[in-house]
């Protein structure tokens, strides 16, 4: 199987799993999207024949030809090959996913002896990738690269308890090293996008979304783009316009507008937005094989207003965003639905309810309809601060440190802003909190003979530091 089309490179039938697995992922969302088995049978011998292929290029479950995580970003440019992320890391995580493929369609063709046979290579594949890159003292893989951690989270290699360490590792990478932007290549870039929403951590995908300065797309656009590039720098010499890298069309449907299909061709459709604080209102609509679906939300006042579209001969989960709010009161068309704590129902159409920490979700049938989620009760803090630490004084010209205790008491991840002033400055650091997190905060200053300062961080009594005059 070439790894272009049309054949226009010298060489195009190169040993590229990542490639080659366009294959059967493309057969794999049809179906997903389009509920056609057709395309299955049509293709099955085709699969079953790359995933037997690619089989003899491993030696124990390990794949370590490829191209790998392609167009990595560096520190100004991209690198056509990876410089962070083993090939064979990638390379193997395709082998499983395709073979975990297989085993699906094989299951929904009613080839049992296959679906057994695909099965248990994905499994014998799936325990070779965790031998040979999970580091189980730290639950990070291989180089704990953005690539190397995310693409095993998205895959569902990582075994079961230590999915959220390695999505910590992700996101302190993402935060720590990089400044909230991403260092991924095409192949990681997807997996990230899938990845952080699913673990909770959708306000870091936000932030990598957001960016202006390298490597981001709000790069390329204040560049002039008006496309997506194969490089996140301008290259003439690469493609200008790249499908690869608008995978964060994914981020902006799936997870901001919160439309996915939770059954083939949209049978069943989850409606489940993630919403950012400074982000006021999000529409967004996709033409499925069954008609339109569409999710619209916007912020209105102290709540939330959520307008659905479900399809003919569709049905939905429908979660109601309570954005961290207590006590929400739910109104579907101005009649109260839900209130303290307990579906009241009365609307066609609305039936069966659940509430978690973060959503109450409805099932509904095929339809428009119009959500308002209300809260009289004022949304408690969500970030504690305690134990603010300074010098009572130092010496002008050396550094010094002050630090606080920052602890996150709401039920979600979260990626505050710790705040420190002195004088008229104002510093920060972004510290990603999970539920219940607590960690110390710290900030270097270098004061100025002479000088008073006055040191506060968050919520804290502030402190004073003398500056010790010379003589």
């Not at 520190?75 to 085993?103: C, E, G, N, V």
């Not at 895959?155 to 999915?163: S, Y």
């Not at 961290?324 to 039936?351: H, P, Q, R």
């Not at 550094?399 to 709401?410: C, D, E, W, Y």
Request: aromatic share 10%; glycine share 8%; hydrophobic share 35%.
């Amino acid at each position: 199987m070439p790894v272009v089309s049309p054949l226009h490179w010298r060489n195009p039938y190169q040993k590229w799993p990542g490639w080659k697995s366009s294959y059967p992922l493309f057969v794999w969302y049809v179906y997903r999207y389009y509920d056609d088995e057709r395309v299955l049978e049509r293709h099955y011998d085709g699969l079953k024949k790359l995933v037997d292929f690619l089989g003899t290029l491993a030696e124990d479950y390990i794949i370590s030809h490829g191209l790998g995580d392609h167009m990595e970003p560096q520190t100004k440019i991209s690198s056509f090959r990876p410089r962070h992320t083993p090939i064979s890391l990638t390379s193997t995580a395709y082998y499983y996913y395709d073979a975990w493929i297989q085993s699906q369609v094989a299951e929904i063709l009613g080839k049992s002896d296959d679906a057994k046979r695909y099965s248990e290579l994905a499994e014998n594949i799936k325990d070779a990738f965790n031998m040979e890159f999970l580091d189980e003292d730290t639950n990070q893989y291989a180089t704990n690269s953005q690539t190397s951690n995310s693409l095993p989270l998205y895959m569902g290699i990582v075994p079961e308890g230590r999915e959220k360490a390695v999505a910590k590792n992700l996101v302190e990478d993402i935060i720590a090293t990089h400044n909230g932007h991403l260092s991924t290549g095409i192949i990681g870039t997807n997996s990230l996008e899938q990845a952080l929403p699913e673990y909770g951590w959708a306000n870091v995908m936000y932030e990598i979304t957001t960016q202006t300065t390298f490597p981001s797309w709000g790069y390329e656009v204040l560049k002039g783009a008006t496309t997506i590039w194969e490089t996140f720098e301008y290259c003439p010499q690469h493609c200008l316009n790249m499908k690869m890298f608008a995978s964060v069309e994914v981020f902006l449907y799936k997870c901001l507008a919160g439309i996915s299909p939770a059954g083939p061709g949209y049978r069943e459709i989850a409606i489940k937005p993630h919403i950012m604080d400074d982000l006021k209102d999000v529409s967004a609509s996709i033409e499925t094989v069954r008609g339109l679906t569409s999710s619209n939300w916007v912020k209105d006042g102290s709540g939330l207003r959520l307008d659905v579209t479900i399809p003919v001969n569709s049905q939905a989960k429908v979660s109601v965003p309570k954005m961290g709010l207590e006590n929400v009161t739910i109104k579907e068309s101005g009649k109260t639905i839900w209130k303290d704590g307990s579906y009241i129902g009365g609307v066609a159409g609305v039936t069966g309810d659940s509430e978690d920490a973060w959503y109450v979700t409805f099932d509904v049938g095929s339809g428009s309809y119009s959500f308002e989620m209300q809260s009289v009760t004022p949304r408690k803090p969500q970030i504690e601060y305690s134990d603010l630490e300074a010098p009572e004084s130092v010496k002008p010209d050396e550094s010094f440190q002050v630090s606080a205790t920052v602890k996150n008491v709401s039920d979600y991840n979260l990626l505050p802003k710790i705040q420190l002033t002195h004088g008229r400055i104002v510093d920060w650091q972004v510290a990603p909190l999970e539920s219940g997190e607590s960690r110390k905060v710290t900030f270097t200053l270098e004061p100025d003979e002479g000088e008073k300062l006055v040191v506060r961080i968050g919520s804290l009594p502030p402190k004073t530091v003398h500056v010790e005059t010379g003589g």
